[in-house]
């Protein structure tokens, strides 16, 4: 099993987002400030603002949302997928590519965090 964690802005949003668009279950509910959801052997920490992990480091710098490490879901179908989240209202960073490995695309959850769908190639 692995373990992430995204800051997010919003623990709630967060959690509908990747249960109700990306098919991850409920692990953890300690919103407002923190839960966690899974997905086959993927627990994906979502830490809000008033997490710990939302503190301030030494130097001032704070934690937040958003950039381009990813974790990356595994799909059957993109196309079908792409254009279900698209009608839900998903945003999406990019259209999908297709290279030798196969097709991906990125779509963002709430709080800005990149999540790639990556359908390998047959």
């Not at 991850?24 to 919103?31: G, K, S, V």
């Not at 603002?49 to 949302?65: F, L, N, T, V």
């Not at 839900?88 to 779509?107: D, Y």
């Amino acid at each position: 099993m692995a373990s992430v964690r995204y800051m997010v802005n919003n623990v709630s949003e967060a959690m509908e987002f990747y249960c109700e668009r990306l098919g991850f279950a409920i692990e953890r509910d300690m919103h407002p400030n923190f839960a966690s959801v899974r997905l086959d052997d993927l627990s994906l920490w979502l830490a809000g603002p008033g997490s710990s992990a939302g503190r301030p480091m030494p130097d001032g710098a704070k934690p937040e949302a958003g950039g381009w490490n990813r974790l990356v879901i595994h799909v059957d179908d993109i196309e079908a997928l792409v254009q279900r989240l698209k009608d839900a209202g998903a945003s999406f960073r990019n259209e999908i590519v297709r290279g030798p490995g196969g097709a991906q695309i990125l779509i963002q959850d709430p709080s800005g965090n990149v999540v790639e769908l990556f359908q390998p190639a047959s």
